[in-house]
């Protein structure tokens, strides 16, 4: 997998240079992992439902083609594009998707952070009273909010044609977090959303794009 650190770079671009080499590549394309800090920026997927954006103030809204609602990019954020071939992998998505959230995992364990995953919400989150914590988190009782005590330190959403995965995965390091209050984060409702500074982490944007690129390679590595 070829790495690309490509800056801090606006949403738009990226998303269309995306879609141009997913269309383009063959069975003997090498798959890449684009590394790319955006500047502000809400982008809407495919199930987007505008009462989700709640008032963006300035801040640009872009559609897109990825899967699931809307979510912020800005700066501070490492985001994370892999664009790859899942049939050349003999995965399927919901096997990507895992070895996605994994990656995030892997990151956070690295800062001594423990990161979750919660059935039904993808993405990878941390418990707001202890993000240190090594405990599992409890199974939700029936009807009860199982995102409750929790904030989201990563996003996911991804698009695959053709067996060509893109999009990708977003993790927050350092960000201003307020434009998150703007928007119900991935459709959900007064979700909280944190980073790593937020939870006395300090790592500098390269230091987690490594962390993260590394991570991503070994779990896509056919």
């Known amino acids: 997998m070829q790495v690309l650190t490509l800056g801090r770079r606006p949403y ?21 992992l684009w590394l790319v ?12 439902r505008p009462e ?8 640009p809204v872009v559609p897109t083609n990825r899967g699931g609602q809307v979510t912020y990019h800005g700066p501070g954020q490492v985001v994370a594009y892999p664009l790859v071939d899942l049939q050349r992998l003999g995965i399927y998505v919901k096997e ?10 892997n990151v956070l364990e690295s800062c001594g952070v423990t990161g979750h995953r919660v059935v039904g919400a993808p993405g ?3 418990r707001l009273d202890d993000p240190f914590s090594h405990a599992r988190l409890p199974p939700a009782a029936p009807g009860a909010n199982a995102l409750a005590g929790l904030g989201k330190i990563a ?3 991804i698009k695959v ?16 977090l307020e434009p998150f209050r703007r928007i119900n984060p991935c459709g959900y409702a007064g979700l909280a959303t944190v980073d790593l ?26």
Not at 37 to 48: M, R
Not at 52 to 59: T, W
């Open 12 to 32: 738009d671009g990226i998303e269309s240079a995306m879609r141009d080499f997913s269309a383009a590549r063959t069975p003997d394309t090498e798959d890449q």
């Open 37 to 48: 800090e955006h500047h502000p920026v809400f982008t809407q997927g495919l199930a987007g």
């Open 52 to 59: 989700h954006v709640l008032g963006a103030a300035g801040i």
């Open 96 to 105: 990507y998707v895992f070895r996605l959230e994994a990656a995030v995992l």
């Open 124 to 126: 990878i989150y941390v």
């Open 155 to 157: 996003a996911l959403g």
């Open 161 to 176: 044609s053709r067996h060509q995965a893109y999009h990708g995965l977003a993790l927050n390091v350092a960000m201003d």
């Open 197 to 222: 500074r937020s939870l006395g982490v300090e790592l500098a944007w390269d230091d987690a794009a490594e962390r993260l690129a590394q991570a991503l390679q070994r779990h896509l590595s056919s």
